[in-house]
């Protein structure tokens, strides 16, 4: 391999792992909920609550990311934010109140969204030229997930090491997951570039300006790129109730249905999120929307199943068979969401600011399916919390459906008929 397309993936492993292991102290829910409750004393509806302070406060600075990720330097943005975010983590771990606990969520939207989360995506895409977009992305999800399931993985063997009522368990895995934000930090300011946003159109070289948010409103196509992204985040944030669902649904022991979650959340994160760019790269199915579209296909019968078994709950294997399966398309998914915003021709000068902008509307769902979820919870039988959170599901996937619809018609209408020469593209590596 050479040297420079060694660097160049190098940097692609270090900006990805940054930029998925940076959520998991904010979404430390996902895995460990239950240790949450017990040893910080939350309600269900306290931790949901938490969750939906991050949520909000990252909707109002998705946007100001992307403008971010257009105007400063990678390099720093992404070391300062990686630290910083670590520091947080070692007050943290200290087990402070809930409100404490807010003012860090509110702190860690600052950090790994406004900071880190345009700049990152930003800093992959121009690691590759217009045609490697679901190849970058696709690998850009699948070694999140690489990061996010090797430190899962360990951090919950060294929180299986202690007794279960010891409250240094769930410490220990939060001191794990800072130290390793600030190795991750160092290594962004040495292999990240500064990413500087002058770039080469067809018209000219051209700059990002603030009336450029205007023209990105006004582009169909960021729109029905950010419904996708809506309807595909919705999954991802329901399946983070896996372990609570395998335990009360099913009787699975908290510790099975740990690592259970992990599997499902973590490893098939890293196995399914490359698996979309593959598909796009090395077969006749080249659009990674299209390939949205027939995963949300899979979601919906997936999903019609999960619905019908809910009511009567037999086999633990048939629910993480379809818990796995509805994993697999949501993750897949994730790993060609931002490609349908290459594919659609954004300009590279404005990439940042459209991924902000999708941000904003895409991931909504953290701002209200953690609290509602958690209410039904709290409020409801089990079997019925269970079955409103697949109805939503199902609506989510839905959308899905018609907004990939709409967007393959758009991409179809602007095409380059056929016998005309492409536009030259720019490799930026």
Same mark, same amino acid.
């Given at each position: ?7 160049? #993936? ?27 409750? $017990? ?21 109002? @600075? ?54 880190? #989360? ?32 090797? @430190?899962?993985?360990?951090?919950? #063997? ?24 600030? @190795?991750? =930090? ?20 051209? $700059?990002?300006?603030? $009336? ?38 099913? =009787? ?13 959340? $973590? ?5 399914? =999120? ?51 399966? @509805? ?7 994730? =790993? ?39 209410? #039904? ?53």
């Amino acid at each position: 391999m050479e040297p420079s397309n060694f660097r160049r #993936w190098l940097t692609l492993a270090i900006i990805s792992i940054s930029g998925g292991v940076s959520f998991d102290l904010a979404y430390l829910r996902y895995i460990y909920q239950i240790p949450m409750a $017990k040893f910080m004393g939350f309600s269900n509806t306290e931790i949901g609550l938490i969750m939906s302070t991050f949520g909000i406060t990252a909707i109002i @600075l998705y946007a100001p990311s992307g403008i971010i990720a257009d105007k400063f330097s990678h390099k720093k943005m992404m070391s300062f934010a990686m630290i910083v975010t670590g520091l947080l983590g070692l007050l943290m771990a200290v087990y402070p109140p809930f409100w404490v606990m807010i003012v860090i969520q509110v702190a860690f939207a600052i950090t790994t969204i406004l900071m880190l #989360w345009s700049v990152s995506i930003k800093a992959a895409s121009l690691l590759g030229n217009h045609e490697e977009q679901g190849k970058i992305m696709g690998w850009m999800e699948g070694l999140r997930g690489v990061g996010v399931m090797a @430190l899962a993985v360990f951090t919950m #063997w060294v929180f299986s090491l202690f007794a279960p009522e010891n409250p240094a368990s769930l410490k220990a895995v939060i001191l794990i997951y800072s130290g390793v934000y600030i @190795l991750l =930090g160092v290594l962004c300011w040495f292999f990240v570039q500064d990413g500087f946003t002058v770039r080469s159109d067809e018209s000219g070289t051209q $700059k990002f300006s603030l $009336k450029d948010i205007t023209s990105v409103l006004k582009i169909s196509t960021t729109w029905y790129c950010s419904l996708i992204i809506f309807g595909v985040y919705t999954i991802y944030a329901i399946l983070s109730y896996s372990t609570n669902y395998l335990t009360e649904m099913y =009787g699975m022991t908290l510790v099975a249905a740990s690592y259970m979650g992990i599997v499902i959340n $973590k490893i098939f994160r890293a196995l399914c =999120g490359p698996l979309g760019g593959i598909i796009t790269t090395y077969t006749r199915l080249k659009s990674p929307t299209r390939a949205v579209q027939l995963l949300s296909l899979v979601s919906i019968i997936t999903l019609v199943v999960l619905l019908i078994t809910n009511a009567h709950p037999s086999s633990v294997f048939i629910g993480i068979g379809l818990i796995l399966l @509805l994993a697999f398309a949501c993750y897949a998914s994730r =790993g060609l969401y931002f490609a349908c915003i290459g594919e659609a021709r954004t300009p590279k000068y404005i990439m940042g600011t459209t991924v902000g902008i999708c941000s904003v509307i895409g991931f909504l769902p953290d701002v209200f399916v953690y609290p509602l979820v958690g209410h #039904w919870q709290d409020t409801l039988p089990a079997a019925v919390a269970y079955r409103n959170m697949w109805l939503l599901g199902l609506a989510a996937t839905a959308m899905v459906l018609i907004f990939t619809a709409l967007l393959i018609r758009n991409i179809r209408s602007h095409a380059v008929p056929a016998g005309t020469a492409k536009q030259p593209t720019q490799e930026f590596i």
